[in-house]
């Protein structure tokens, strides 16, 4: 645009660092460069349209996305640390049979622009401490949005982030995965919730394609023994993956791999079959796996008065919208001659 060279580093401390709603209050830039800036771009800020507060402080926002979708972010503040879980997909192609965002299908990737939006727009945005990427979505199947919002995140022209203050889960797309330990200091959360690949695949339909040996030779050949970690989340269900067969097997299968597991608490959805474990076989499960010598922890349940499980807000919202929109083309096909 024929500014110099400095300005690129004037308008990134702006769009990264600094509080601001419109290109025009890019004070240091002649008022020439705002003109033909506002000509050409926007900030892009979107307000999320609706948000819904815990009584233990958590927030949920709703942003609109794509043409007719929505997304979720989870802001969870806990003593110093404040984090914001981001969606990356407007639904999801993976279909989980425990997840709610998994049951409303794919409808489109978020832009980089889209990702950190969720970030930049919501009035806690100077307050987040830490970001994972576990809201709506496989971040790994919208590679390249995410991998660019990353660079920005942590860049020393972007937010200026500390990679490890950064988790980005998969379910495990093997190459993409590959391509993200290869190119990114973040860490790695995977989704793995039993070390059997048939039950597997009987809770994730994806993991036909990649196996859980894939999954682990592919994280062997990284190393997570200094700043960077791999977890494994593990969400437990009652009878199905909180066994002592199960614990013997994720102790073979992690074995050689410094790496933690995340015991997760399910988050019932309407229409499943499946059921939480109940708090005893929880600690259980979690002492057991610890006498292993796989340090395992337990994530703490949060929102649990608002819409929790991911994906449950925005599915309310995709149907209300669906029934204004029945209603109105009802409305429209009502003759005129019987409208009395
Ligand atoms: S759990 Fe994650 S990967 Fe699976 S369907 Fe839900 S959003 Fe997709």
């Not at 690129?8 to 419109?22: P, R």
């Not at 622009?113 to 806690?124: D, F, K, M, T, V």
């Not at 991998?147 to 937010?159: H, P």
């Not at 259980?284 to 010598?293: D, H, M, W, Y």
């Amino acid at each position: 645009m024929g500014m110099p060279r400095f300005a690129a580093k004037q308008i990134t401390d702006w769009l990264y660092k600094k509080d601001i709603q419109h290109i025009d209050e890019m004070s240091n830039l002649s008022k020439k460069n705002r003109e033909s800036l506002s000509e050409q771009y926007t900030l892009g800020l979107t307000a999320p349209i609706q948000v819904q507060t815990s009584s233990d402080g958590t927030k949920k926002y709703l942003f609109k996305a794509g043409i007719h979708g929505f997304i979720e972010s989870a802001y969870i503040p806990e003593n110093k640390r404040n984090t914001l879980c981001l969606s990356s997909q407007v639904g999801c192609k993976m279909g989980c049979l425990f997840c709610m965002t998994g049951k409303q299908g794919f409808q489109a990737n978020l832009s980089t622009g889209e990702i950190l939006n969720q970030i930049r727009s919501i009035p806690e945005w100077q307050q987040i401490t830490n970001l994972v990427y576990m809201g709506m979505g496989e971040p790994m199947d919208n590679l390249e949005a995410v991998m660019q919002s990353l660079e920005i995140l942590t860049a020393d022209w972007g937010f200026a982030w500390n990679p490890r203050k950064i988790t980005v889960s998969t379910i495990g797309l093997v190459p993409a995965m590959k391509h993200f330990l290869e190119n990114s200091e973040c860490h790695l959360a995977v989704s793995l919730h039993t070390p059997f690949e048939k039950e597997r695949r009987m809770l994730m339909p994806i993991s036909q394609k990649y196996t859980i040996q894939e999954i682990l030779s592919e994280l062997k050949q990284h190393d997570f023994n200094r700043q960077r970690r791999v977890s494994f989340e593990y969400i437990v269900f009652n009878g199905l993956n909180d066994t002592m067969k199960h614990v013997k097997e994720l102790a073979r299968i992690l074995n050689g791999l410094n790496c933690r597991i995340n015991l997760i608490r399910f988050h019932p959805i309407p229409g499943t079959p499946l059921k939480g474990t109940d708090e005893k076989s929880l600690m259980r499960f979690k002492e057991a796996l610890n006498a292993k010598g796989i340090i395992t922890t337990i994530r703490a349940s949060r929102g649990q008065d608002i819409d929790a499980a991911c994906g449950l807000l925005s599915t309310r919202e995709l149907r209300a919208e669906k029934q204004i929109k029945s209603t109105v083309k009802n409305l429209n096909i009502v003759p005129n001659d019987s409208k009395s």
